[in-house]
């Protein structure tokens, strides 16, 4: 039986040309977990407990986006939406998948549209949590995200009044992982927004973009999500032709962290069919 240390420690695999750390669990249908951009972000931050739950019924996997973690950032890469798109197409062909249910954290949910955008017959089905989508706007949290400087002080306030609802799942081993990681990823993480040659903010989708997409979805959103406000996803549920949406109350940005246990039992069912 595969431990959550053992998962935690990663295996490698070339996607594309790039070098990338993915964590793999169990057996069954596949299910790739793409996590968001928030400065120490990284697979297992995002999915720790999302991994293990969902290992018993499925075969999940979830690799550092190219720019993230501890995945190769190449010297002369152009980050982009299209970049990434491409990095986890590459990565679902290295691992021999064909066909995926994809669950998509923030920046994570606007990839997983793109791909199905691009790749309807690589994606089963969706899962959007906190997904940026039409009527997208810069919020007071977004600019938190992009204006961050590495400091254990700085990342502890950012979680606190950006991410979380409830206080208590700030720990100081959390602060201290997500700065660590951000500090080591920052000259690859400040260039993705704001060196002019990338176009990591361009993440923007229009109406006839989305209502295009068929696949079906299922959005899942903190009532108090300060980074990508729930109205985003009530625009959004009304656009694409084959989504749901669940709400979690007294719940922020990270519902796969705060609602743990619900939100993988309803990902769960969802993913069933």
Known sequence: MTTTSEISIGSRIDAGGID??????????????????????????NWQHTIPALSHE?????????GYGTTSRPEHIRYSLQTWTDHVVAFLDAAGIEKTAIIGNSLGGRIALAIAEQHPDRVSRMVLMGSPGVGMQVTDG?????????SLENMRRLLLDYFAVDPTIITDELV????EASAETFDAYRAMFFDPKHAGNELGITVEQAS???????LVH??????????????????LPNADL????????????????DFNEIVAQYLRG
Request: hydrophobic share 45%; net charge positive.
């Open 246 to 261: 669940h709400v979690f109350a007294h719940c922020g940005h990270w519902t796969q962290i705060e609602r743990a246990a």
């Open 222 to 239: 903190g009532r108090e999500d300060k980074v990508v406000p729930l109205d985003v996803a009530q625009q959004m549920v009304r656009v």
């Open 58 to 66: 499925f075969r999940v996997l979830a690799p550092d986006i190219v």
């Open 20 to 45: 990338t750390l993915y964590h793999e669990a169990g057996t069954g249908s596949p299910v790739v977990l793409l996590h968001g951009s928030g400065p120490g972000v990284s697979a297992w931050a």
């Open 176 to 179: 201290q992982i997500r700065y």
């Open 212 to 218: 295009h997409i068929t696949v079906p979805s299922l």
């Open 142 to 150: 977004l600019k938190a995200l992009r204006s961050y400087e590495p």
